[in-house]
DNA sequence: TCAGAAACTCAAGTTGATTTAATTATGGGC
DNA sequence: GCCCATAATTAAATCAACTTGAGTTTCTGA
């Protein structure tokens, strides 16, 4: 076989499939509307998007809202998404901790579940997983029929030979392991895994401060450094799905050493490890996250230091993605405690000129996201809900073979 | 109106709107193709592609081929794309020289004017631009109903403030001067404006070496320095249209000052300006790229400096590239000479360590790009045709209003 | 010469959006 | 309080484009 995949036709089957979407999609980001006002936006008959709309609240996804009387005409009766149209299980996985969530499909937590962990192989970690996600399942008494599936979120790069198991930020041993399929394998559900940042994007997308954006960049703040980037309205996770590894870009040629070999990477400067190091701490293997939030507190001279040395690097960190794809706004957020964030956040003005310094924006160049420390695993949660609704282009390709 | 715009739904209409550049696609990446083989590659069914290609055969946009013997069963018909289906003008205007060429609908050019200018402003071009158009439409005796449009490349970045006029790579005076609308009144035919990469990544993936890529960064090395994006078999130009502007991203924090207003932006570095300043010509403003290639074949010292310098700050690009969007390979291409081009590119090994770094891979990480100098005009060209004729998501999307 | 294979065509069938018209429920004017 | 303009929703009929399945054509290979 020498030609490859194409993209593909489409027929009535996927364009239903891609209506579906739309209709969610546009209840999700403008809150409840009526059969009439979807019509409008979407530029769909008021009939067409009466027959979805009794399909979704038929399947449970939607529900109606109290009638709206007030103006002209009969009363519009908005829908809403229905909380319990669905449930996910969303699960984190990073150097110190493993949390399982349950999510609903407005993205309100049901359930959480917090375990210890000391950077785990697979091998220490899938059964740990795999338990966190029963433990969610039996607890809060979820219909299987209902669980949409479980999303895994973190640290990335995937697979990159050389990369992935050195340094200080990365978790060891997995690399080239088929996380997805042994999840699977063990808990037969199915299995979406992303990197912590791309997961967090995806909720920030959907329940947080990016939840009418098109375009923007979420700058994962964590053991490294890694950015999410939701580009013209869909999920770019790159050729090789390590989009968004910024952490190991150079920022200070010939600047601090850094575990992948080069010198002077982002993360080297932003990023709980780069804090730690910067603190002489005995042991910065086992730091964690709340004591930044204690220093910050108290005012200690040293961490005073570490946020005086990381703005710029951040500053320029955002200037380059700015350039580069020109966002609607940059998020920040990840596990760097947020009062820590907002520090960094309010120290960053002013800005570097970029393309994005213009006096026609209505969103600030920089937010800090919504849903604090427990965003990458809701975002985690959102994943398998998003690619269940989430309007894309794949969805009107007919697959294929 | 509170509502804004929403992802808008779609139908029968835009379906096969969509199916038809589909088949267009297929046959552009793989070349003549049976109306079979073209079912098998999009998946719809044979009937359907039967019906589309008689469509698309009447239209002119295809023709056949001779037929297939050598295989059992009923000989294939090959189809391919008809270079006389359609027309387009591509324009390019830069500090120097304003190009005009016509383009078949197989990217071959069929016509080519040049003209020599000075640091334009509008005033000054748009009369030239639009002569140069009739000029074209004059010689090659172009039927007007199968002239698809103007497409015309310039250097970014759009509409920035304190940004656009600023410096010696910026044409002086289109700070949010309406080119298109302005060409569009004086030619009574549409036009599209790109900024020269982005023209550049287009002409090449629908001729060049990226042909038959899903995702791939062409890097521009014009007066200044910009990347093209195409990601995920879309071009991505950026919630303002300015992504890609990387020329001022800080490579060398507190390097070289640049006219933005920052230091150690990758322009001073690697780009036709940053050549002239460190060749201390007598007026770097009138300096062209065939000097470059003069120096560069005698072997001049201070050139071959430029070289060394520039090749560290090119490689830093290139990683950061390849960390922020993953792509599958990036093309090195622009004004810079050819020859030039390909003695940097050779200098860059070994490229940093990053996500592209995988054995892996089908595509090296670096191309040089096939249409040379002639890249962006051509690729302006290709705008209106890539317009009409490349899959993409707006195409399902119904109008909205 | 003929069976098998593959490309292509024809006509009916299916699906889902649209059109048109009817129905319902409200507010406002008189 | 009675009409009527207005707006939302529903119902039935229509339409457009893809699919299906049964041919038809034209080749290769035995």
Redesign the interface.
Known sequence: MT??????????E??KS??RR??I??IR??GALSRA?IA?????SSQ?ISNIVEELEEAGLLRPEATLKGARGQPAVPYSINPDGGYSIGLQLDHQLAVGVVSDLSGTMRARIERNVDRPTPAEAMPLLAAISSDLIATSRLERKRLLGIGMAMPG?F?????TSVGPTALPGWQDFPVADELERLTGIAVTVENDATAAAIGERLYGVAR?L??FVYLFIGTGLG?G?F????L???????????G??????GGLPCG???RGCLERYVSLRAAYDRLDLPDPDHASPELLEKMLAKGDSRFEAWLAEAV?PLR?AI???E??????TVVLGGFMPLPVIEALASRLEPL????????ARTTPRVLVGAAGKDTSVLGAAALPIFSETN?Q?DV??????
Chains 1, 2 share one sequence.
Do not use: W
Not at 159 to 163: I, N
Not at 231 to 234: M, Y
Not at 352 to 359: E, F, G, I, K, R
Not at 396 to 401: D, E, R, Y
């Open positions: 030609l490859k995949k194409a993209i593909s036709g489409t027929n009535l996927q364009a891609h209506n739309v209709v999609e546009a980001t403008s006002a409008r936006l979407t530029a769909l067409t790069p697979g990159v030979e050389g990369m009418k098109g375009s950015a980037l580009l013209d309205g869909h770019y996770k790159g050729s090789r799905h390590n989009a968004g590894e910024i190991h870009i150079i920022v200070r040629p992948c070999g080069k710029e320029q200037d380059i993605l350039m580069a794809l020109d966002p609607e570097h000129l970029s393309v994005s310094a213009t006096s309007p282009f009107l390709q007919k697959p294929v073979g």
